[in-house]
């Protein structure tokens, strides 16, 4: 069975700062991979995917991530801290590779707030 | 915005009360989907409907139900509410079905149940 763990829930930054959330993932079957960012009282907007294509996957917004298969993670990054980054972000996995259907399971979530 | 609505923003119902939420998908997207969101529970996949038919389910209680109509907007149905169902309800679209494709998510229904 799929799952996913983000590691702390809360995650503070100073602006300028790097920013590194952590996930981790287990999956029979070589997996999707992706990060959602969720703004307060929004829905969720995708921030990138990980479909097998490339390693290091770049995203919207100045974020990227890498796929590290010996270590089962994908963790997300950004170089330089924004205030605007302040946000939820889920990690999500999807096993669905071989079918036509999708179930996507997601992680607990990590607050990113970010320090002036 | 990402072309995903839903219908209303907010629902306040009492317990043993049976409430529709209604979601209509990017314009082209066959897909719907259903997460519930709360704080003790998280973001949960509930089901998932490409063109009509159920593809895929998760942890959705049997006194939840879900369609999708010929015209690809999608309702889910809530019975027999309790205290617990109190959540924010999310509807996401695709263009497919496939476990990779980029799901677009509406900006939720808050269901208070009292």
């Known amino acids: 069975a799929q799952s996913v763990t983000q590691l702390g829930s809360h995650v503070s930054v100073s602006e300028g700062a790097l920013v590194l959330l952590r996930c981790n993932y287990s999956?029979?079957?070589?997996?999707?991979l992706f990060w959602y960012v969720q703004y307060p009282n929004q829905g969720l907007q995708l921030l990138l995917k990980?479909?097998?294509?490339?390693?290091l996957v770049k995203g919207i917004n100045g974020f990227e991530a890498e796929f590290k298969k010996s270590e089962t993670s994908f963790h997300l990054t950004k170089p330089s801290a924004h205030m605007s980054d302040a946000a939820e972000y889920f990690c999500?996995?999807?096993?669905?590779?071989?079918?036509?259907?999708?179930?996507?399971?997601f992680g607990s979530g990590t607050r990113l707030s970010i320090r002036p | 915005d990402s072309g995903v609505t839903q219908t209303p923003k907010h629902l306040i119902t009492a317990t043993g009360q049976r409430v529709t939420l209604r979601c209509s998908p990017r314009?082209?997207?066959?897909?719907v989907y259903w997460y519930q969101q709360s704080l003790d529970q998280g973001l949960q996949f509930l089901i998932h409907?490409?063109?009509?038919?159920?593809?895929a389910k998760g942890n959705i209680l049997e006194r939840f139900s879900a369609q999708q109509f010929p015209d690809l907007h999608s309702e889910l149905n809530l019975s027999s509410l309790e205290l617990g169902d109190s959540a924010l309800y999310f509807c996401?679209?695709?263009?497919?079905?496939?476990?990779?494709?980029?799901?677009?998510f509406g900006p939720g229904t808050r269901l208070t149940v009292l």
């Open positions: 314009s082209g997207d066959l897909s």
């Open positions: 999500a996995v999807s096993d669905q590779r071989y079918s036509s259907a999708s179930k996507i399971i």
């Open positions: 996401a679209s695709s263009v497919a079905s496939g476990g990779g494709d980029t799901q677009y």
């Open positions: 990980y479909t097998s294509a490339a390693t």
């Open positions: 999956s029979s079957v070589p997996p999707y």
């Open positions: 409907y490409y063109n009509g038919e159920e593809r």
